[in-house]
């Protein structure tokens, strides 16, 4: 089993920053890709972004490309969502997701989630 904790989540102001970040712990996920979803209020949860294990592949929702950047420190079991120039439309909550066995894109190909954190963008 892995269990997956997010943190990092915060209120901001349209156009700045935050970083989020997600332990795993448990069995190793070092060999796993790993993403980021989230879900706003009354919506579906929605792929942000993924990775491979050794971060040679990475793909990113249109709405977050050139803004968003998913990193990983396997040594420290630990993936990142750098986000910048935030957007209203990116308040949601947050999940970490890891170990995908198909589409990365699809919300129950990825067998490990995180509790989620909450980024609130005001303007």
């Known amino acids: 089993q892995v269990q997956l904790v997010e943190s990092g989540g915060g209120l901001v102001q349209t156009g700045g920053s935050l970083r989020l970040s997600c332990v795993a712990s448990g069995r190793t996920v070092s060999r796993s890709a790993m993403g980021w979803f989230r879900q706003a209020p009354g919506k579906e949860r929605e792929f942000v972004a993924a990775?491979?294990?050794?971060?040679?592949?990475?793909v990113y929702a249109n709405s977050v490309k050139g803004r968003f950047s998913i990193s990983r420190d396997n040594a420290k079991n630990t993936a990142y969502l750098e986000m910048n120039s935030l957007k209203l439309e990116d308040t949601a909550v947050y999940f970490c997701?890891?170990?995908?066995?198909?589409?990365?894109?699809?919300?129950?190909?990825?067998?490990?989630w995180g509790q989620g954190t909450q980024v609130t963008v005001s303007s």
């Open positions: 990775m491979t294990w050794h971060g040679g592949s990475t």
């Open positions: 997701a890891a170990d995908a066995v198909g589409s990365w894109l699809q919300v129950y190909e990825w067998n490990y």
